[in-house]
């Protein structure tokens, strides 16, 4: 069995940075793609930011140049280092890991960005 859980979110203000933790435990053999997606309310998910096995980062136009996708395969954690927030940055964010042959969902972080 696997877990994911994530961690990191909170309030912020405007222009404030947060880092998102997304860690993986249980029967794992490999970790391959590591997504971090975000739902605000009354909207449909959305992709932020993916990185592969090969470490090569793809962003969502709207956080290019302030969020940061990064992976720890030792630690089987995938980390977003969100930089100059803005309000419509709030939702709840959702890291998705595809391990061995499954895809695996954590339970969502609370981001909120407000004066």
């Known amino acids: 069995q696997v877990q994911v859980v994530e961690s990191g979110g909170g309030l912020v203000q405007p222009g404030g940075s947060l880092r998102l933790s997304c860690a993986a435990s249980?029967?794992?053999?490999?970790?391959?793609?590591m997504y971090w997606y975000r739902q605000a309310p009354g909207k449909q998910r959305e992709l932020v930011a993916v990185?592969?096995?090969?470490?090569?980062?793809t962003y969502r136009d709207s956080v290019k140049g302030r969020f940061t996708i990064s992976r720890d395969n030792a630690k089987n954690t995938v980390y977003l280092q969100m930089d100059s927030l803005k309000p419509e940055d709030s939702a709840i964010y959702y890291c998705?890991?595809?391990?061995?042959?499954?895809?695996?969902w954590g339970q969502g972080t609370q981001v909120t960005v407000s004066s």
């Open positions: 249980g029967s794992i053999d490999k970790i391959y793609a």
């Open positions: 990185i592969g096995s090969g470490n090569r980062p």
């Open positions: 998705n890991l595809v391990i061995d042959s499954r895809s695996v």
